[in-house]
């Protein structure tokens, strides 16, 4: 997920912070230099980015430089542009959706790292890519407004066209590809024929998680593409509980965030130390109230108050990741064609 907070304050006209790499001091210039690529909510001084960076530095006593060219996806993109001259050491925040494309591209390599603990709604057993949290796609609402709810996908296809909706691009957004493959697992060949149900409901299609969201609370939709995790910041930071996420009684498609090593770095055994501090229990800790994501190594006794009541989908969808590639290449063409009808 993305952290919530820029997105307010940008909706309030004020600037999100995009990065916040800074250039080592002469003191920290002897020091090793780890380069993790991230997308750019994460690299906020809202989001967990900064606190992993210094708690981390206190343990490997190197450098932590994050380079955040935009969402999950363009991030990946670039790293693709790069190849194996890509002088990142770390990609965070790959899709689990995107894995296969992931191994296609050959730029990742294997770590050292157990995964066999991690508390996850689904088996993960994967040696290259690393799950560090996971949610839950869902429309998230403002229940001072919505009264009437859709209880189920067929619901909300079928909701009065007054009913306005904003989603991500599935082409450069890790949620718009989330809704892409929850309405292909949901209907099969029928995917078209809901697509142009849905789209007179939509407003705008945003290339990033973060547009829609920002749309979304500054009153241009009733309702955005975004995770059941989502009122949790509000919960969280604003004492607020009329945002909520509609929970679909066929199930919720899910989204696993990962992290692996680039085959190109140069410091892979700090590199495999710093994988295998993000499931730590230190970074584990800041995961929730910032990326406001479900940790996969926090006890449940540990999470925050504002998460232990969220409700939760009674089925998680999630296609096997070296399938996703080829569903995808189907799915997107329907999703071009009826809304562009």
Partial sequence: MKALTPVLLAATGMAIVASLAATP???????????????????????????????FEKTCDCVVEYVAPGDATETFNRLRLEGSSSKADVLLGLDSNLVADADKSGLFETNNIAVDSLKLPVVWNSSTYVPFDWGYFAFVYDSDKVKSVPTSFEELVNAPEDLKIVIEDPRSSTPGLGLLLWVKNLYGERADEIWQKLSPRIVTVTKGWSEAYGMFLEGQADMVLSYTTSPAYHIEAENKTNYKAAMFSEGHYMQVELVAITKSSQNKALANQFLSYLIGPEAQKVIPTTNWMYPVALPDADWPA????????????????????NIRKVALDEWLGALSK
Avoid: H, M, Q
């Fill in 25 to 55: 001091s002469a003191l920290s210039a002897a020091k090793p230099i780890l380069t993790v690529y991230a997308y750019d909510s994460f690299n906020t001084e809202w989001g967990p980015g900064p606190a992993i960076k210094e708690g």
């Fill in 306 to 325: 504002s998460f232990k009541d969220l409700a939760r989908p009674g089925k998680a969808l999630l296609f096997d990741t070296g399938k996703v590639s």
